[in-house]
C-alpha cells in the first residue's frame, strides 16, 4: 500500500499537483506543511521548469472578457452633428427622424423618452443611430435639441425630407 498526501489548498496528489490548475497555491503549501517533499519534488527542478510550470498553469485559466478584450479599438473622432428630418409614412403622415446624437454622446433612450412625453407621441430607437417620433414636428424638435439637450445650435441641422 503505497501512501500518497494531498495538498491541502487543491486536494490533489502531492506529486501532480504541477499539473493542477492551482500550482502556486499548491506549492505555498506544500513548502509550510511537507518541507521534505516540498525539497524532493520542486527544489530538484530548475528555474527554467518552474516557469514553465507557472506559464502553463496561467494559460489555462480564462478571465472574463476573453480575447474579444484585446480587439478594443479606440473610437475615431466622428464629426459631431445632429440631422433632424422628416420621412412620410402613408399618404399625408409624417415621422421626424432624428440621426447623430450618439456623436453627442447622448443616451438614445433617454432622448426617446424626453421626446416622446415632450411632443404626446410616439417616440422609439429604430437603429444604431435613430430615433423616430411620430409626427411632423422637425421645427419644434431642433429647438428642443438645443434647448433641453444643451447640444450647440451649430450641431443641429435640418436633413429636409429624408427618404429610406
Not at 501532480?16 to 516540498?38: A, I, R, S, T, V
Not at 527542478?45 to 472578457?65: C, Y
Not at 409624417?94 to 447622448?106: H, N
Not at 437603429?127 to 435639441?145: K, R, S
Request: proline letters at 1%; hydrophobic letters at 30%; aromatic letters at 4%.
Amino acid at each position: 500500500v503505497v501512501a500518497t498526501q494531498c495538498s491541502g489548498s487543491s486536494g490533489i496528489n502531492a506529486e501532480y499537483g504541477e499539473h493542477g490548475p492551482l500550482f502556486d497555491k499548491c506549492k505555498e503549501w506544500m513548502e509550510e506543511n511537507l518541507p521534505d517533499e516540498y525539497a524532493r519534488l520542486i527544489l530538484n527542478k530548475t528555474q527554467e521548469e518552474l516557469e514553465a510550470m507557472s506559464l502553463n498553469n496561467s494559460k489555462k485559466k480564462q478571465t472574463r472578457g476573453g480575447k474579444a478584450m484585446k480587439n478594443i479599438t479606440k473610437k475615431q473622432e466622428v464629426q459631431k452633428q445632429v440631422i433632424v428630418g422628416r420621412s412620410m409614412r402613408a399618404r399625408k403622415k409624417y415621422v421626424t427622424l432624428v440621426r447623430g446624437l450618439k456623436t453627442c454622446d447622448m443616451n438614445l433612450k433617454k432622448c426617446s423618452k424626453a421626446f416622446g412625453q415632450k411632443f404626446a407621441c410616439g417616440s422609439s430607437v429604430t437603429g444604431d443611430d435613430e430615433i423616430t417620433v411620430q409626427g411632423d414636428v422637425v421645427d419644434d424638435m431642433m429647438d428642443f435639441i438645443a434647448e433641453e439637450l444643451g447640444i450647440d445650435d451649430d450641431l443641429v441641422v435640418d436633413g429636409g425630407d429624408i427618404k429610406d
